[in-house]
């Protein structure tokens, strides 16, 4: 009865296969973009409010080019990291893909969603 089912179950990578090695390349870039904008944002914040606590919000933007199904370009995302401090004293980072909050778990799925990564 389980194999009946088999066809449904996604097919595991193979390891040898081009196309899996340039997505895997390219979420290995995203994650370290997302470390970047968390340590550029939190250099913004520590910028603006200096020795006196301003309650400035500290804010990175980082640009990426969006493909169709074709691999043409169709566009940009942008991905903003903002860094606030909360009411009792701790850092608090806040993510958006194009203005929509999204948590920082979530991003590399949007990113495929919106057609970030061009494999051919």
């Not at 608090?92 to 799925?109: C, L, S």
């Amino acid at each position: 009865m389980s194999s009946q089912y088999a066809f449904w179950l996604p097919k595991p990578p193979c390891l040898r296969d081009p196309v899996y090695h340039v997505l895997m390349n390219q979420l290995h870039d995203l994650y370290r973009n997302i470390e970047l904008s968390e340590q550029l944002a939190l250099e913004n914040y520590n910028a603006r409010n200096g020795v006196i606590d301003y309650h400035l919000d500290g804010v990175c933007n980082h640009h990426f080019a969006a493909f169709d199904a074709n691999g043409q370009m169709s566009g940009e995302i942008v991905l903003s990291c903002r860094v606030t401090k909360t009411v009792s004293g701790n850092l608090r980072y806040t993510w958006r893909i194009n203005g929509e909050r999204v948590a920082k778990r979530n991003i590399d799925h949007e990113f495929i969603r919106l057609g970030a990564f061009r494999v051919q």
